[in-house]
């Protein structure tokens, strides 16, 4: 269970020279956006996204410890610990030294910590989409699927195994169908159209519900909820299934995270 344990920061503190920037930053756990009223992250003036270390505790779920005396802060994971200086460009984990290119810092009375090398130390993929402004920070075992330009995540509680991924090149398209891994059946199929393809003359002629899930000036990525799998709604149980299938893709459309820049 994580602790929070911090002491007083006095506000006599050793001013420091930085600059702060590009407070508009997002960041995604695990396909949830992190609330910027409560973490407050930004990018420093060496492209590093920082983030307060109460946000290593309260969201990756880890102790967290501030020492006043040693400017130090250290964050635990069962036998597992990093440890990181204020105004020091090196981070330990289990006491194996990494040189950074950037450094924590306090800003409003409270450190802010560089997310890249501590979510990274912690065991977490992290990645930048500099056109969205966004940082994805994902466990490795969540993701279901990736190309070089998107990304899906399992549902909570859920995990790769239970799914099979079949994706499609066509000259025009990629057409990614999520599979249910048992009876290897398609729950539903999202496919990466030319955007000029989709405006002129797709768009126009698709005869099923869809969602458009992501859209530049290229391509358009469209949820399209084709699956094999047959209910009948007047049987409870099959009903429940159906419901259930459409919040697991529903939870697997809203992880999408962007990877085109």
């Known amino acids: 269970m994580k602790k929070w344990i911090v002491a007083v920061m006095g506000l006599c503190l050793m001013s420091t020279s930085y600059v702060f920037a590009h407070d508009d930053v997002k960041i995604s756990l ?4 992190v ?3 409560e973490y407050a992250p930004f990018i420093d003036e060496n492209g590093r996204t920082m983030i307060s270390i109460r946000w290593v505790g309260d969201e990756l779920q880890f102790d967290t410890h501030w020492n006043e005396t040693t400017q130090t802060a250290t964050v635990q994971n069962g036998t597992d610990f990093i440890k ?4 020091n460009h090196k981070i330990s984990k289990n006491n194996t030294v990494i040189e950074m290119d ?3 810092v306090l800003k409003n009375n409270r450190l802010f910590v560089p997310l890249k090398y501590v979510s990274q130390c912690l065991g977490f993929d992290v990645i930048w989409n500099k056109k969205e402004n966004m940082v994805y920070v994902m466990q490795p075992e969540r993701i279901l699927w990736k190309n070089k330009n998107y990304g899906l995540l399992t549902p909570k509680g859920h995990n790769q195994s239970e799914y099979q991924i079949e994706e499609k090149n066509f000259d025009t398209r990629t057409v990614i169908n999520i599979k249910d891994a048992k009876s290897k059946g398609i729950l539903f199929s999202i496919t990466d159209f030319a955007l000029d393809d989709w405006e002129s003359d797709i768009k126009q002629n698709i005869s099923v519900p869809y969602e458009v899930l992501y859209q530049d000036d290229k391509n358009v990525l469209v949820c399209i909820p084709v699956t094999d799998v047959q209910y009948n709604p007047q049987n409870k149980e099959e009903a429940e299934q159906y419901t259930k299938l459409l919040d697991t893709k529903k939870q697997i459309c809203d992880s999408l995270f962007v990877l085109k820049t």
Do not use: I, K, Q, V
């Open 35 to 37: 609330s910027n009223d």
């Open 102 to 104: 950037t450094m924590p």
């Open 84 to 87: 990181l200086e204020r105004n």
């Open 30 to 33: 695990n396909g949830a956006l």
